[in-house]
Structure formats: C-alpha cells, structure tokens
C-alpha cells in the first residue's frame, strides 16, 4: 500500500477509536510551538518557541527572520513536546498543523515538518485553519463547553463575528470591511512609542489613563454586524502627529484608554447583539486580543446582565499555540474533515 493509502485507512479508523493522540504544530507567525493533545481536550504537552524578543527590535514580524528561526527551533520544540508528554513517537495517532492563515514562509516551515513526520511514521496529516483553532482553545479552557454558541474572533488578522452551529459548522455573521483590530492595536501603539507587540502594552498602558479623548468607530455600520476601525486608527495617529508637530505635550495613557474604550465598547456590543439573536445563550471570545483585559471585562458584564454565559481561554490559549490546532484538527478528524496528503501548501490567507 501506498503512504497515502494506509494514513486514509488509519484517518477513518480514528474516528471509533476511544483515545487519540494528536501531536500538532502551529507556526504561521512569531511562535513556533509543538503540543501533543488527547481527545481534543487534554493537553499534554504544549511547548511555545517565542520570537517576540527578536523582532522587538524592528517594531513588528519580519517575516524572512521569523522563517528561519522557525526552522531553527521545530526540531528541538517537537523532542521537547514528545519529552513533557512521556509520548513516543509510535504512541501518535495523527498530525495536525496550521496551513493558513499566517505569513507564507512561516507556514510552510511547519507545513513541511508535518508533511515529513507523517510520512516517516505513516500517519494521517489533518490540515487545520488558524481561525479554528483560536475557536477550539475554548474547548482546552472550558471542558463542559459545547456547540452551538456565537463567537467573537479578534486578532491581528481577523475580526468577525461567527455563529458555531456545531465543531466543524460555522456561518459568518459579520466582519470588519477594512483593519482587524488587533492591527489597530499595534499601530496606535507603535505610534505612541511603545514597544512590539503593542496590544499587551496598550492593555497595560490605559489602565492608567482615563477616557479623555473623543475617539469614536464608524458609525456607518452601526445596525449591521460589520466593523470598522481605520477611521479610529487614523484619529489616533493624527491627533498625535499634530500634537508632535505643535509640540504641545499630551498623555499617552489617556490615549491608550481612549482608543481601547470605544473599540472594545464597539466589539462588545455587537457581540453581545450578535449572540442574542443567535438565541445560543452562549458567547466565546477567540484570538489574540481576546487576552485584552478590559474587552473581557466589557464582555463578561455584558453577557451577566443579559443572562447570557461567556467563556474565553486561558491567557496561554490566547495567543498562537499548537495545543489549539491539536484540539481543532481533533474535531475534524471525528467529522471526516482536514485529511491532507503530501500535496498540503501553506496557504496566507483562508476563508473564515
């Protein structure tokens, strides 16, 4: 039999097998991280190669710099997840990785390595989106959550509402029509002059500002679930700039808290608006600038006085992990979704 004959018979047989072992890789940014998940929940391991202080210095990712040192650390990270774990290689049931979205030369470092272990341990190869597995950290936090429920899925590429009818069904309710926001993040805090990555400094930064300034989204999208937020990211930046050309002096926390105010007000609403009409009683909050804290705040208020239960993941599952593409390819597979042969590419951009 042929490598893709038998990972095809071993993929259909996993979905009546009582315990699997996923080992899954995510590198389609900064982050190049290994996990070894049990039964979509459990998790055993998750090791995380972070490359933050490298492109610090730049101000944001330089992709051909996050590429190579992607090559240089998957190796090691993958003995290391196989170590914390107490998992052999032949105890693998299947290989999960993130295809897309990302950044394409980080991607296909991870592509590749998956594509090759498989082969080597004639195993199935599960292709699993990015935007899934910010969705499934949710199910690696929270054991009792199930579907269907509305999410809220925020990063540095996305921002969007989706309404999750079950784990490998999904209806996009709205989106942003230009900048997600976790880009507004980043750019309003390179402007003020705060370090890489700026979404955490920006958290930091305006729980000692006041919300002084009158910054505001578009209000062209206000009865749509759509979002907006270049408008408020070019109010930010100008109000700045002028202040700087005039020399007059202004305070950056005040900024920081402004800005973060109205889009996290802007997110939540619409959410919340969003998982009432779902009628699912249930909201998740997935991505990156899930970890903001005053957007969870915002959003657990919201949804107490509205009786409806909120959940978002641990700070760890928050960012860019492999235990999460672990827990997405795991779902999949039990619906007969993600199989991949040696074909599979990385791919930068991927529907929601």
Same mark, same amino acid.
């Given at each position: ?95 999960? %990785? ?49 579907? =269907? ?50 979404? =955490? ?38 109000? %700045? ?71 978002? =993941? ?33 791919? =930068?951009?991927?529907?929601?």
């Amino acid at each position: 039999m042929t490598y893709s004959e038998i990972a095809k018979d071993k993929f259909e047989k996993l979905k009546n097998k009582k315990d699997v072992l996923i080992l899954s890789i995510e590198s389609s940014c900064d982050e190049t991280s290994v996990a070894i998940v049990k039964n979509g929940r459990e998790v055993l391991s998750n090791i995380i190669a972070s490359q933050i202080e490298i492109h610090r210095r730049f101000g944001g990712v330089v992709p051909e710099v996050a590429s190579r040192n992607h090559i240089t650390a998957i190796s090691n990270i993958f003995e290391e997840a196989l170590k914390e774990a107490n998992v052999k290689k032949d105890d693998l049931d299947a290989i999960a %990785v993130t295809y897309g979205a990302g950044l394409m030369g980080a991607l296909l470092v991870g592509v590749n390595f998956a594509k090759a272990l498989a082969y080597s341990l004639s195993l199935p190869l599960i292709a699993v989106s990015h935007v899934y597995g910010h969705i499934s950290a949710n199910y690696i936090s929270h054991k009792e959550l199930v579907p =269907p429920f509305s999410c809220l899925m925020v990063s540095g590429g996305h921002s969007a509402i989706l309404q999750v009818d079950d784990y490998c069904k999904f209806r996009l309710v709205g989106s942003t029509v230009d900048d997600a926001v976790g880009e507004c993040f980043d750019k309003v805090a390179r402007v003020l002059g705060l370090p890489y990555p700026g979404g =955490p400094e920006i958290d930091k930064l305006a729980k000692s500002g006041k919300n002084e300034y009158n910054f505001t989204v578009s209000n062209s999208l206000k009865h749509t679930f759509n979002f907006s937020f270049s408008g408020i990211k070019t109010a930010v930046v100008n109000f %700045v700039h002028n202040k700087e050309q005039k020399g007059e002096t202004f305070d950056k926390a005040n900024v920081a808290c402004s800005f973060q105010e109205a889009v996290t007000e802007e997110l939540c609403e619409k959410a919340v608006r969003a998982c009432q009409e779902g009628g699912t009683g249930k909201l998740v909050v997935a991505g990156g600038v899930g970890a903001n804290s005053r957007l969870k705040e915002k959003l657990q208020t919201a949804c107490e006085e509205k009786g409806i239960s909120f959940y978002a =993941p641990v700070l760890r599952y928050c960012t860019d992990n492999a235990a999460m593409i672990g827990s997405a390819g795991y779902y999949m597979m039990k619906n007969g979704l993600g199989f991949a042969g040696l074909d599979l590419t990385a791919k =930068p951009n991927v529907d929601l």
